[in-house]
Every structure is written in C-alpha cells, then in structure tokens.
C-alpha cells in the first residue's frame, strides 16, 4: 500500500544543510519521492511512498532532537504522484518574502481544532470574517462558503493583498485558512500584528484536517494540492467553471504548448476541442510544429 504524508513544523534549525543531506538519505533508502524544503525556520515537506517506508520515515523524524511532535497528515495517493525527490534549502519554510524574525509564528493567530472550526461557523457570529490564504487558482475549485477569497498567483502577495483591504478585518473574528495549515502560521501573524481585527483564528492542520472529520461541511469543492493528483475531492460540489465555455467544472490542464504551459480549468469537450491546449492559438502553433509540445502529465497518479 502506498499513501502520501504532508507536513511542517516551524522550529529553530541551525544547520539547515545538514539536516538537507540528512533528509536526503533517509528519503533515498527509504524511497520516497516529493519535495522537502528546509530553512532556518522550520521544515516543510510532502513524500509519497510505501506506507510502511512512510511510517520508518515519521519514526526516525520522531528520533530527531528538532522533528518530535510533527502532526502528519496522510492522503491517498503515492511516489508516482512526484517526478522526483527534491530536497532543499531555503531562505522560508513557504515562500512569504518577508524575513523570519520580522515575522513569526510567536504571533500568529489562535489556532483552532476541525470541531472548533465547525462551530464557530455554524453558529453565524454577525462579525465573523473567513478568509482564504491560498492562491487563486486553489480556491477557483473549492473553498469554505462565504469565504474572502484573495485574487492572488502567489502566497508572496498576501501580505500586499491585506495590507490593502484591512477595513475588511477591522472589529471582525478573522479565521483564516489554507491547505495544512503552514501558510496561516505566518499570514495569521502577518493580520494579528496590524491590530485591526477582533480577533485571529487559524484552522489548525488547515483544510486538510477539516475536510477529515466534516466531509460534507462548510467546505465545498475539491482541495488543491501541489502534487500529481492536483486536487482532492471532498464533495460533490463543483465550485469551478470551464474557463473555455464556463460551465462547471473543477478538472486543471497544462497547455501541450510548452511555451505556454498553462494550468487552467477545462471540460471534456472544450478540452478534446482545443487537442489539450489552452487556445486556438496554442492548437495553431502546435499543429504547425513552431512550438515545441510539453511532456504529457504522469497519468498514473491516480486516487
Ligand atoms: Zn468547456
Ligand atoms: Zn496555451
């Protein structure tokens, strides 16, 4: 059996190198494929893998005086759902652009549990704000109801994006989430710190752990993950539309145009309409052999 582990934790590595090669190992004999990325402060990585193997993996982790207490996070899927193993060292665990000790998990929002979560917003406080961290094309397939959903391509331009709507958050209870919960740690300070909201929650273990105990709650759709499956369904709901004919949908493609590369929402028949590319202008160029095709995706992750 095969299965996919997610997890972070945010803590003081003074060698990131170190534990880099370390990590390199470990994952290379036991192997597991996906992508770990290491900084000075913290860890954060996805592995795909035997189960057995993954479990090893979360032992010798458990060993190690800086990786106890890791709440892992585990999903269906496998090695085949990652081109390779990738591991690296970093400036962030996730990529904010701001540095750590300018910003840091010390103040981060509240953190509250899957069942919290589903209370506090089953009880419609009239002041309760929820707020998407994630990335535009993430929430295009699935969200919590009603939630502030950010348009940006990057978590990089969150602080940005706050920074401009605060009146949005001003005397409001702000829960904030995103897919494991790493982003919030940060994005969660990043609010706290402007003293403009009520309050601060973050979903603690993020839609993920959510979705686990409230298949059918308040979030709706499908949950996007940077892996082979792309995205993991949670429901039937379908918050998507085709970006060619827009009718729903929630199924991502990259264009065969590898200089266009697109990742964009597709049905069946626009899809087979346009030879899997993105425009009548990407299916020109490829038909007319200028443009070089993309590989095509790794069809054997399947979940
Ligand atoms: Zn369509
Ligand atoms: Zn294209």
Aim: aromatic letters at 10%.
């Amino acid at each position: 059996m095969n299965k996919i582990i997610l997890f972070y934790k945010y803590i003081e590595i003074p060698y990131p190198k170190q534990v880099m090669k370390w990590q390199q190992q470990i994952c290379q004999d036991l192997q597991l494929k996906g992508r770990i990325l290491i900084s000075h402060e913290g860890i954060n990585g996805t592995l795909g893998g035997l189960s057995e193997n993954l479990d090893q993996y979360k032992n010798l982790m458990s060993e190690h005086e800086l990786f106890g207490n890791i709440d892992f996070k585990e999903s269906a899927g496998g090695p085949e759902c990652f081109p390779r193993l990738s591991v690296k060292v970093r400036n962030e665990a996730v990529s904010l652009g701001i540095p750590y000790d300018a910003l840091t998990p010390r103040n981060a929002g509240q953190h509250l549990s899957p069942e919290q979560t589903h209370e506090l917003i089953a009880t419609q406080p009239e002041d309760l704000v929820i707020l998407d961290a994630r990335n535009n094309y993430e929430w295009a397939i699935g969200k919590f109801e009603n939630a502030i959903t950010p348009n940006i391509e990057n978590f990089r331009d969150l602080p940005q994006y706050l920074e401009e709507n605060l009146e949005q958050f001003a005397d409001k209870q702000v829960l904030m989430y995103c897919t494991g919960g790493i982003r919030c740690e940060r994005a969660s300070a990043y609010l706290n710190e402007k003293n403009i909201a009520k309050k601060v929650y973050q979903m603690d273990g993020g839609i993920h752990r959510y979705v686990e105990q409230y298949p059918d709650g308040f979030f709706r759709g499908k949950n996007y993950v940077f892996d082979g499956r792309i995205a993991v369904k949670v429901n039937d709901d379908i918050i998507g539309s085709c970006s060619i004919c827009t009718q729903p949908c929630d199924d991502y493609h990259n264009c065969l145009n590898a200089m266009c590369n697109e990742h964009f929402i597709a049905c069946v028949a626009c899809i087979e309409k346009l030879e899997k590319t993105c425009s009548k202008e990407c299916q020109t160029l490829l038909a007319e052999n200028k443009v070089a095709m993309r590989p095509e995706f790794n069809k054997s992750c399947h979940i």
